[in-house]
């Protein structure tokens, strides 16, 4: 069934982001939210829609918030109960507006009033986020300015929509947009098929550690499903691509993951259709592994992505466990900046998870080339392991083989620029 899912959802990588979806304009501005006198980096995002949109959302973890996580948070729990319909998002890069105090709330709830006020919403119907430095008060005269601009070329344009995505960049080098679309009532292009599409733009580089990372993922669909249902998918997702990567074990205080569906498409994503219901899950989650590893592969300096999967182990907790113990490993980070294929660094940082892992038991692979096979080191393959690691993307697969649960972890190495680069001037 899994692969009949995958067959039926086309999947638009590196797409023109949120404009793909009918029904959602888009605009990017700049307004030197930096205040380095640079009138052309883009650096304030709106996303809207003029029919009313079911949402969810997810947030950062970290007992430290930003005052957008909290405005957002206060946001969806009213849509969630019924109160209100949302209409958008707006998001800014340059200022996290974190640990900035009362100021800080006021400022961000500013933002989602003024945009409301000029598209005749509530407040509350939209929602905010920053991202940038932190303990820094918004210039807000600059963020109004941008806003009213953003309103003015606010369209469902594509080139607009590319301006969004790289308007919520900060330490990113590039951006980060793919799209997924798949028909309910039958095969894509098929008359009569209603046509779903999601679509999202993220951002993230560094400070990257679940739950979440410093990171967006903001994300929208014309499928017309129930809060709770729709909230139960992206959870689902998230738990299989945002919250499975790590860059350096760092977690922010504005990590965000919303999505808007609008319904324009007709298309109805219930519990009573498990075929729609299951190809919603699969290309939403498709989407946000996409957008996940896109943020690990844009990591701060890095130079190696690594796909570390851990299988076998007794709980699911474990499984987890154990795989960040080895991926947040700096001796095992540093060596695989080296291109060094140092097993016994992956098993010890295993086996201090203190899981009860049995190495008389283990399997180790670099790919699909054996490393460690129950307790015995295959020494032979060296030079393949060598080969591997040279890679610039490879997988680590570690079978505990004492039980049932699994995990994937998307990693990356540990090299000196990263270190240049975030040691402050």
């Not at 182990?313 to 294929?341: E, F, M, Q, Y």
């Not at 203190?354 to 699909?368: A, T, W």
């Not at 004492?402 to 990693?411: K, P, V």
């Amino acid at each position: 069934m899994f692969e009949n899912l995958i067959s039926k959802i086309q999947f638009i990588d590196d797409s023109n982001g949120i404009a793909e979806v009918p029904g959602f304009s888009v605009a990017g501005t700049a307004c030197d939210i930096r205040n380095k006198q640079d009138a052309k980096r883009l650096d304030l995002a709106l996303i809207y829609s003029k029919s009313p949109c079911t949402a969810a959302g997810t947030f950062t973890t970290n007992d430290v918030k930003a005052a957008p996580v909290y405005v957002s948070q206060d946001h969806l729990k009213k849509h969630a109960s019924g109160k209100i319909a949302m209409h958008g998002i707006i998001a800014n890069s340059g200022n996290a507006n974190a640990c900035t105090g009362e100021r800080g709330m006021k400022d961000a709830h500013r933002m989602c009033e003024f945009v409301s006020e000029m598209l005749a919403c509530k407040t509350e119907q939209f929602f905010v986020c920053s991202t940038g430095r932190i303990g820094v008060n918004l210039p807000m005269e600059k963020i109004e300015n941008g806003m009213r601009e953003a309103i003015r070329r606010l369209k469902p344009d594509l080139g607009e929509s590319q301006r969004a995505a790289d308007a919520i960049l900060t330490s990113d080098t590039r951006r980060k947009t793919c799209t997924a679309k798949f028909n309910v009532g039958g095969a894509l292009g098929v008359v009569g098929g209603k046509t779903v599409t999601i679509s999202g733009m993220a951002k993230g580089a560094g400070m990257i550690e679940p739950n979440m990372a410093t990171m967006f993922g903001l994300l929208v669909t014309d499928a017309k499903i129930s809060q709770e249902l729709l909230q139960k998918c992206l959870w689902h997702a998230v738990g299989q691509s945002f919250n499975c990567v790590s860059v350096d074990g760092d977690m922010s205080t504005n990590d965000t993951v919303l999505i808007l569906a609008n319904g324009e498409s007709g298309a109805e994503i219930t519990e009573n259709d498990p075929e729609s219901l299951s190809l919603f899950r699969e290309a939403l989650e498709k989407v946000c592994f996409s957008l996940a590893k896109k943020i690990v592969g844009d990591g701060e300096k890095i130079s190696r992505v690594v796909t570390l999967h851990v299988n076998g182990a007794r709980t699911d907790a474990d499984a987890n466990k154990i795989a960040r113990s080895i991926g947040n490993s700096l001796l095992v980070k540093a060596s695989w900046c080296g291109g060094d294929p140092n097993w016994g660094r992956i098993l010890c940082s295993a086996g201090y998870a203190k899981c009860g892992i049995d190495q008389s038991k283990i399997d180790l692979y670099y790919n699909d080339v054996p490393v460690f096979l129950k307790g015995e080191l295959q020494a032979q393959n060296e030079a393949r392991w060598r080969e591997v690691v040279a890679k610039k993307e490879f997988e680590i697969r570690l079978f505990l083989n004492i039980g049932t649960h699994n995990y994937r972890l998307i990693s990356t190495d540990l090299t000196e620029a990263y270190v240049d680069f975030n040691k402050g001037e």
